[in-house]
């Protein structure tokens, strides 16, 4: 058995009482007090993340903007300095090989431009391979149109601060104003003290109020430790992946390996709105546009689903005792005070409003589709 990866906080979060479990090959903290306890936290005052095990990859160089657009899904070219933008990496058949953030950022100082792309933790081996499989030594050297790359997930920590009093918080720690910063764009900057080098994003699942910031990893432990310094008298505290997941789920943000892999088309996913198909060429974008015209044959929902216990992850979904489906993920909502679940049901089942059943436990429970993000 291959021993799990553990990012620079790992022996903090033990200093933490963290319960560590596994999370996409590595060694995460899933909790630290309380699933409920640390929910709270994150929605009511600054809950903490460490998003170290995410993949980060820099491409720069005069030929960067053409070569991602030449893979990635989306229209890159378009992406205007200070952006993030969602995105997929599709195969040749139209399935998704990852879901990613991509950023066009400038170097503080120098302006340089650069882009920043944050891969999925299980898939960053896999998404490092296929793009240097098309980075042929002949685009990197091309001349005036040179692309370098760099995998940085090794060198830099990543942890993400949540919560309506985040701003407050993390706002005279930086040589930037982070209060400018729209919703899903970032920038890079210096620490007002020490004035080392990190990226700031305002991206993350609990929207405007969340923050993601990016350092140099032998630096992490001393900046922890000065934030929840400062972070006293904000109730801060550290929250687990369990946490994470919890509002992913109410936002209704597919997560790589549940709602999404490489035999599922973002036709299916209901991503179709990230598809840029007409104004650039990727891998598998013929397929997709032969597949824009038809109707999917299975497609992701939301269910609220009525019962004692919320569904999980291969639960079977029934019409009338026909199998239609299948659960892909599933959690109790402390803010919606309900079971709600996403799966991929027969397209025709889809629409809000539909009565359907899930098996739970060897139980029948009765569900409902509803529109997604849950409210």
């Known amino acids: 058995m291959l021993s799990l990866l ?51 990859f820099v491409f720069e160089g005069p030929g960067a903007g053409s070569f991602l657009n030449s893979l990635l899904c989306r229209n890159i070219t378009a992406i205007k300095p ?32 650069y882009y920043y792309l944050v891969v999925n933790a299980g898939n960053r081996e896999k998404d490092r391979t296929y793009f240097k499989r098309f980075l042929t030594p002949e685009i990197m050297t ?3 149109n040179e692309v370098y790359f760099f995998d940085e997930t ?5 942890i993400a601060v949540q919560g309506p009093n985040s701003l407050e918080l993390l706002k005279p720690l930086f040589q930037t104003d982070i209060s400018t910063l729209a919703y899903y764009s970032g920038v890079e900057t210096s620490f007002s003290f020490g004035g080392r080098w990190a990226l700031v994003a305002r991206t993350g699942y609990a929207g405007k109020n969340g923050f993601e910031i ?35 789920q109410e936002s209704a943000i597919p997560l790589y390996g549940y709602e999404l892999n490489e035999s599922i088309t ?10 840029h198909l007409d104004d650039h060429d990727f891998p598998g974008n013929k397929i ?11 497609i992701r929902i939301g269910l609220e689903i009525f019962g004692e216990f919320p569904a999980r992850y291969g639960n079977e979904i029934f019409f009338e005792q026909k199998n239609i489906g299948w659960i892909t993920s599933g959690t ?33 429970n009765e569900a409902i589709v509803v529109p997604i993000p849950f409210k």
Request: glycine residues 8%; aromatic residues 12%; proline residues 5%.
């Open 266 to 275: 973002p036709f299916e996913a209901g991503l179709a709105h990230v598809l």
């Open 154 to 158: 090794e060198n830099q920590s990543m």
């Open 214 to 248: 990016v350092l140099e990893s032998f630096f992490i432990e001393q900046f922890i430790d000065d934030l929840f310094r400062q972070g006293r008298r904000f109730n801060i505290a550290p929250v687990g992946f369990a946490v994470m997941d919890i509002m992913r």
């Open 142 to 144: 091309k001349p005036q």
């Open 332 to 364: 109790f909502s402390p803010t919606l005070h309900k079971n709600i679940a996403m799966g991929y049901v027969l397209y025709k089942f889809s629409q809000p409003g539909q009565k359907l059943s899930v098996n739970i436990r060897s139980e029948i």
């Open 288 to 298: 997709l546009r032969n597949l824009k015209m038809k109707t999917p044959e299975k």
């Open 82 to 113: 200070g952006q993030l933008r969602y995105a997929l990496l599709i195969n040749e058949q139209g399935g998704i090989l990852d879901d990613l953030l991509v950023g066009y950022l400038l170097r503080e100082g120098s302006g340089t431009p």
């Open 6 to 56: 553990r990012t620079p906080l790992y022996d903090w979060h033990c200093t933490q009482y963290a319960q560590m479990e596994e999370w996409d090959g590595w060694e995460m903290p899933k909790q630290y007090v309380s699933i409920l306890s640390e929910y709270e936290t994150a929605r009511k005052h600054v809950g903490v993340l460490d998003l170290s095990h995410k993949g980060r």
